[in-house]
Structure formats: structure tokens, C-alpha cells
């Protein structure tokens, strides 16, 4: 298996902040890759040195074996980056646009020209294509956007936020297009706050806290790791009270959050069994009970609130 992404001990400072804590990180040839955080763990800033946008403190960056600090103009040639904000001209066409940009990129009439018609049917803008961007729907843009960063075939291209004020069509048809990408062999690089996007796109995904990675793992055994624990439960019940509540919390160990007639917890199906024979040998008259499977997003709190925790 081919590396086309790799660093090592990646560091970044903005004064006292320390946003990247030597993070090494391996991303494979051909694979939708996650990269989760919350707000300000270091993501942005992580892209950033990749695309050398940013100088890291310390560490290396290598792209297909090549090392990005020393030879960023070679490294270029093999990356695309469709960045969560961007802007283009107004007056310009979007072929125009990608005329131009693959002029700056150094290819030739015929080739430059073969690729504009293929990028253009790829995303789907033949039609528009030669109407001025001024007159574009922000779905439209983003479209030419990812036609651009695809323009000079790059291996590894990196999504920053890329279903942000799409419709759910859009949202849809982007996650096709990154699963075709990544079947042709190109690596996608998915920087999203978005778990469920993640969850049905992406192989695998390394998760950012406070600068440090806290696990790189496959979704589905992040998925499993947070079944162990069990799923979200919610027990309605038509008689509310504190006896009830305190029945529960004798089973569970903890206080479960109680919203009106409802209790709400995280458990496996045998400690839900328990809380609802407790509930009713307490008096409790139970309306229904729900459960829903462990998910990505159940394992990132774990992961991100216990790095929290121990002050990472």
C-alpha cells in the first residue's frame, strides 16, 4: 500500500498557543480519510502545513516521498485543496476560471483544455460553465471550486468543511463524488465537523484534541468501541417522580437526565432491562422505551471529553 500522506512529529506555535503537538499521521492511497477535532483542537492549522500554507515549528511532511518544507512547488503538482471559503472573480466564467488556473499550473493548450471538459462533466456544470460566476448559487461555486482542485489530477486532494450550505441533494451528490474519486485511486482528505458525514464516507479517521491526536482508527471499530458502552436510551414514562429517578440511578450508578416525563441515559441492552424492572418495581408506569446504536459521534465525545479531562 502506497503512503501519499505522511508526518512526523508535526509541531505549530502561534505565541503561548500550542496548536500542533507533534502529530505523526500516515494516510494511504486511495482512501476517504477523516480528520475530526473540536473547535480549535488544531485541524485548520494541521491542513494548513500540509498545504504550506504554514510553516510547522518542527517535524516533516512528506507527500508520495517527497518532502513539502523542502520541495513545496513539486509537492503542489500532487495536491488539491477545496478550502471551506473561497472566492473568484466576478466577471469570469467558471471555464474561464479553470482556464486560468490551469495556466498558473503550467499545463499545456491540449491538455489544459481535455481536463476543463472532463472536471466540467465530473461536477456536473457543463451548462453553466460559461456564465459569469457573479451569477452562481454557492452550490455552483463550490462545484468549480472542486473542479479546480481536481484540474491537474492531483493524488491527494483535502475537503475542508465541504458540505457546509449545501442542501441535502448537494450534501448527497458531493459524498458520491469523493467515494468515485477515492475508487479511481485518488486519497481524500476530509477535514469536517460534520460526524455523520464522516461516519457514511469515510474508511478511517484520526481524531485532534488540543493539538495531539487521541486515536487513529477504522470508523467501524471507533463504532464498535463505542457500542461496548451501549447505545442512547430514553424511557418515557407517564408517572414522573423522584422515586423513580432514584430507582434508576441505584442501577446505573449515575443520575440519568431526566427531561420532563423522560429519562435519558447511555447503556447496553442488559442495563436497560435492569433500569426498566427497577422503574417498575418502583410504581413506574412505562409509556416507551427507545434506543439508538452506538455511533461515531458517541466515541468522538468519549474520546475528546477524556483528553479534555486529562489536559491534553
Known amino acids: 500500500m502506497t503512503t501519499v500522506l505522511s508526518t512526523r512529529g508535526l509541531s505549530k506555535s502561534y505565541g503561548q ?13 486511495g482512501e476517504v480519510f477523516g480528520f475530526l477535532g473540536p473547535n480549535g483542537a488544531g485541524k485548520t492549522t494541521f491542513t494548513k502545513c500540509v498545504t504550506g500554507f504554514v510553516r510547522p515549528d518542527s517535524g516533516q511532511v512528506q507527500v ?16 488539491g485543496l477545496v478550502p471551506d471559503q473561497y472566492d473568484f472573480y466576478s466577471n469570469l466564467t467558471g471555464r474561464q ?10 499545463m499545456g493548450n491540449t491538455r489544459r483544455s481535455d481536463r476543463i471538459e472532463a472536471v466540467l462533466d465530473l461536477v456536473r456544470m457543463q451548462e453553466r460553465a460559461d456564465s459569469r460566476v457573479k451569477g452562481y448559487s454557492h452550490g455552483m461555486k463550490q462545484r468549480i471550486c ?4 481536481l484540474l491537474h489530477e492531483p493524488d491527494l486532494v483535502l475537503f475542508d468543511e465541504p458540505t457546509n450550505g449545501l442542501d441535502p441533494q448537494g450534501a448527497y451528490e458531493l459524498r458520491e463524488l469523493i467515494k468515485g474519486l477515492a475508487r479511481h485511486g485518488t486519497t481524500v482528505f476530509l477535514n469536517s465537523h460534520l460526524l ?9 479517521v484520526a481524531i ?8 487513529v482508527s477504522s470508523v467501524a471499530d471507533l463504532q464498535r468501541q463505542a457500542a461496548k458502552g451501549g447505545g442512547t436510551v430514553q424511557i418515557r414514562v407517564l408517572n414522573p417522580s423522584t422515586k423513580l429517578l432514584t430507582a434508576a440511578t441505584k442501577v446505573l450508578g449515575a443520575a440519568p437526565r431526566a427531561e420532563g416525563s423522560t429519562l435519558e441515559f447511555k447503556a447496553t441492552e442488559a442495563v436497560t432491562a435492569e433500569v426498566v ?6 410504581g413506574g408506569l412505562i409509556a416507551a422505551v427507545t434506543s439508538s446504536a452506538a455511533t461515531l459521534e ?11 479531562a486529562g489536559g491534553a
Open 208 to 215: 485532534l484534541s488540543h493539538g495531539q491526536l487521541v486515536v
Open 17 to 29: 498557543v500550542q496548536a500542533l503537538k507533534g502529530v505523526d499521521l500516515d494516510v494511504q492511497r
Open 146 to 149: 472542486i473542479a479546480q482542485a
Open 277 to 282: 424492572t427497577a422503574l417498575a418495581q418502583a
Open 196 to 204: 455523520n458525514e464522516v461516519e457514511q464516507t469515510c474508511q478511517r
Open 298 to 308: 458517541n466515541a468522538f465525545l468519549e474520546l475528546t471529553q477524556a483528553g479534555q
Open 64 to 79: 508520495l516521498g517527497t518532502d513539502a518544507l523542502r520541495d513545496p512547488t513539486r509537492v503542489a503538482g500532487h495536491i
Open 97 to 106: 476560471h479553470l482556464d486560468f488556473y490551469g495556466r498558473l499550473s503550467g
